[in-house]
């Protein structure tokens, strides 16, 4: 249990990049008060957990609805992690991030935007949606480790709004070359865990009667 539940606090907290967040969101809530700011990250990271932990209980239902078996999302969700990470690894993600807060505060200054793009999709993406189907899996029908994955997903939320709150202070500390290189080094590491879901996904149908995984 403890293990998985390593890997999952890795993991999320790989993909959901908390320092990688923080820009946009400086971006987004530029010339708000302190006020304003603390009540847009916290109702952004209250949805994102929402939709996270809504996965890791209705994730297996629904892939099994589609006939998709979870070996074949293993190595699809480990795939997709891995394309994030190369974008991490290059930059292009952090490139992507600061076009989406840029084109969100063009088109709706004063919307909300806790919502769209925070909650979704800088928080709950594709990456840490699939992350958290892939490590509600790995739970099987352990009500425990359920519940302790939703612990965790909660403490990164808790993390990513400290980092939120602080971004400034965080981004003067670090200089540009140090989050550049916090971003490289998440992506090697996110890359890692990525294959580790392939290897995982690829195992299950290789052992599997027929390899129907």
Known sequence: MFETLKAAFTT???????????????ALTAGLSL????EIALRAVSLAFIVLVLFAFGGRPVL????ISISAFRIA?????????????????ERAKRDLASDAVTRDPVGDIAAVPLAIPLLAGPGSI???????ER????????????????LIMAITFLA????GWVGQVLGVTGQIVLSRMLGVILAALAAQFVIDGVTAV????AGTG
């Open 12 to 26: 999320l907290l790989v993909t959901i990049d908390p320092p990688g967040v923080a820009p946009a969101f400086v």
């Open 35 to 38: 006020q304003a700011r603390r």
């Open 64 to 67: 099994h609805l589609l006939g």
């Open 77 to 93: 969700g480990g795939l997709l992690l891995f394309y994030i990470a190369v974008e991490m690894i290059f930059g292009r993600e």
């Open 130 to 136: 699939t992350a958290t189907i892939l490590l509600a």
């Open 139 to 154: 739970a099987g029908n352990d009500w425990a480790l359920f519940f302790a994955l939703a612990g965790i997903i909660a």
């Open 164 to 167: 939120l709150m602080s971004a």
């Open 206 to 209: 290789l052992a599997s009667p």
